[in-house]
């Protein structure tokens, strides 16, 4: 029945799956679970078309997941008995998708049960979301593995919305990233929404100084603060293509646009590296797509530390029962 050429290229891919479980593959699933790249899309273009936030919260998931412990998907698991949530952390307070990741979970599950995990299931949708809001198309590696822990204060990996230009740069060369990675990965503020709890400080009496944050455009500041009527609205990261992954983010920063602190610093601090970088990509779409596809499968590649027992979740929101395998 397998002809020859169907038996190599098993071969072939068995090979591949053998070798793979230190290094991350494209083909991690091509047997186990070959629809899954269609079952993602799925889900979450049907997100999409009832919530135009479903793709930036993914990515956003996955950034979490990632500079913390490694792309584990310990920032998906809820308080439990052994298990101090992520989610309890100040960065990650009101993080959400965590229903998305669920109905593309239930649908791996009925394919190709106990196969796919968590952390693959965030990698592969943040990359899916992108190329579903208009950006670069990539090939995720593949073949992460659950934690069994959660690491709430390592949360503090995380940057915060006033953070100053040193204060990003330095949480971000902790984990190897450099600032050409620093300005392409902020770039995924080019859609998705932030509460104005983070960037009202900016509108008056800015860091002490009695005035408004010079680096923010007056007249968007104004507009900004109709919006916010309550700390808790959301206004787009990007005001001109809110729901699309271009490079706008990039010309909203020259143009004083950029809504957190944070953002800005990127394109106003005096004499960083990081201004050329931004001018370069507000320029250049094809350069910031080429950029943030290394940036982000660079950050796919962030490992757990070693010697922490790992599982493929049945849940995302739990460890399984029995105890799982460990990753080496
Ligand atoms: C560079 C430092 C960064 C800071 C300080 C930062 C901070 C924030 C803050 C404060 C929010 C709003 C959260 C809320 O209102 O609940 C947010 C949202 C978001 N962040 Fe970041 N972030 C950073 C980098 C990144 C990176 C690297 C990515 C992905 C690669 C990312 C993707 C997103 C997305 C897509 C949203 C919108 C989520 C939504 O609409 O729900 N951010 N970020
Ligand atoms: C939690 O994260 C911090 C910061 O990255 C790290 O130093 C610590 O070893 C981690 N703890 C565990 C148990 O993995
Ligand atoms: C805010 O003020 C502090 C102390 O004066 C200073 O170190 C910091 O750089 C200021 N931040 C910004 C963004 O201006």
């Given at each position: 029945?397998?002809?020859?050429?169907?038996?190599?290229?098993?071969?072939?891919?068995?090979?591949?799956?053998?070798?793979?479980?230190?290094?991350?593959?494209?083909?991690y699933y091509a047997l186990t679970c070959p629809l899954l790249p269609g079952i993602v899309l799925d889900v979450v273009s049907r997100a999409l078309k009832t919530d135009d936030r479903a793709a930036a919260k993914l990515i956003r998931l996955h950034f979490h997941d990632c500079f913390v412990n490694g792309c584990d998907g310990s920032v998906l698991l809820e308080n439990a008995p052994g298990i101090d949530s992520e989610l309890n952390a100040p960065p990650n307070d009101g993080i959400q998708g965590g229903d998305i990741v669920d109905n593309i979970k239930a649908e791996t599950e009925r394919f190709c049960p106990g196969v796919v995990s968590c952390a693959?299931?965030?990698?592969?949708?943040?990359?899916?979301?992108?190329?579903?809001?208009?950006?670069?198309?990539?090939?995720?590696?593949?073949?992460?593995?659950d934690s069994r822990i959660a690491n709430r204060t390592g949360t503090s990996n995380l940057p915060g919305p006033s953070e100053t230009l040193k204060g990003l740069k330095d949480k971000f060369e902790a984990l190897g990233f450099d600032s050409t990675d620093l300005v392409a990965l902020s770039g995924a503020h080019t859609f998705g929404k932030s509460r104005c709890m983070f960037f009202t400080g900016r509108f008056d009496n800015f860091n002490n100084t009695g005035r408004p944050d010079p680096t923010l455009d007056p007249a968007y500041r104004e507009q900004l603060r109709q919006l916010c009527t309550t700390q808790q609205t959301r206004a787009n990261f990007d005001p001109t293509t809110p729901t699309k992954f271009d490079k706008a983010y990039y010309s909203n920063l020259l143009n004083l646009k950029g809504l957190l602190q944070s953002d800005q610093e990127l394109f106003s601090t005096p004499r960083a590296d990081t201004t050329a970088i931004v001018k370069n990509f507000a320029a250049n779409e094809r350069a910031?797509?080429?950029?943030?596809?290394?940036?982000?499968?660079?950050?796919?590649?962030?490992?757990?530390?070693?010697?922490?027992?790992?599982?493929?979740?049945?849940?995302c929101r739990r460890v399984n029962a029995a105890s799982g395998h460990d990753v080496m």
């Open positions: 029945m397998a002809s020859p050429k169907h038996t190599a290229f098993a071969v072939v891919v068995a090979f591949m799956l053998a070798t793979t479980h230190a290094q991350l593959n494209p083909f693959d299931i965030l990698a592969i949708s943040s990359q899916i979301s992108v190329f579903l809001s208009g950006g670069p198309i990539w090939v995720v590696p593949l073949g992460r593995k910031f797509f080429k950029q943030f596809v290394k940036s982000m499968i660079k950050m796919g590649n962030l490992k757990p530390p070693s010697g922490i027992r790992s599982e493929v979740r049945l849940n």
